[in-house]
């Protein structure tokens, strides 16, 4: 089953500019999610054996403070 879904103009040109000639747009937008799931799979474990997650969560909690102080 399909869905319709609305886009900009300035939207259906980048996705347009991004579809291979013999895609559709949901091959592309398929195409689309596929290659950043794996990039997120790809990074996943990138900071193990770091303390990086450590100071990200820490720097993100800092900032959340920050922000609500003003």
Known sequence: ??????VEEDTHAALAALKDEDET????????VRERRDLVREGAGLWS???????????RKEM???VGNR
Do not use: H, N, Q, V
């Open 64 to 66: 959340k403070e920050d």
């Open 25 to 32: 747009f949901d091959d592309l937008l398929s195409r689309l």
């Open 49 to 59: 054996g770091t303390d990086a997650a450590e100071k990200a969560r820490k720097y």
């Open 1 to 6: 089953m399909s869905k319709p879904i609305r």
